[in-house]
């Protein structure tokens, strides 16, 4: 038969080796989440981040080069007075209002 101290004592040993036994910093659920929507989404931002360098460069291009276009066919007019120097100055500003367009979205 047990006495009030021996279980007393038992009780308090028992105690402690539970809270011992707790570790240090317990798992945190939210902290893994959201480590791991950070690493899916890390990739997913560098290759937007392409994307909209891609169609700045595309936009560029395509505006600088409609200014050229446009500025050789409005020469050819002025210089040559044909009807196909119109054409050209067309797909000139064909060019710079794609250029813009893509700039401007």
């Known amino acids: 038969m047990c006495t009030l101290n021996e279980v007393m004592t038992n009780a ?3 105690t402690i080796q539970l809270i011992n ?12 989440r ?5 690493l899916a989404v890390v990739p997913l931002q560098r290759d937007l981040a392409q994307v909209r360098h891609t169609a700045k460069r595309t936009g560029l291009a395509l505006a ?4 050229v276009v446009g500025g050789l066919g409005a020469a050819l007019y002025l210089t040559t007075d044909k009807p196909y120097a119109l ?3 067309g797909v ?7 250029g813009v367009t893509i700039l401007a979205f």
């Open 12 to 14: 308090t040993l028992a």
């Open 21 to 32: 036994a707790v570790p240090d910093q317990l798992p945190d659920d939210e902290a893994e």
């Open 34 to 38: 959201h480590a791991a929507v950070s």
């Open 64 to 67: 600088i080069g409609g200014l």
């Open 87 to 89: 054409a050209v100055s």
């Open 92 to 98: 000139g500003g064909g060019l710079l209002a794609g």
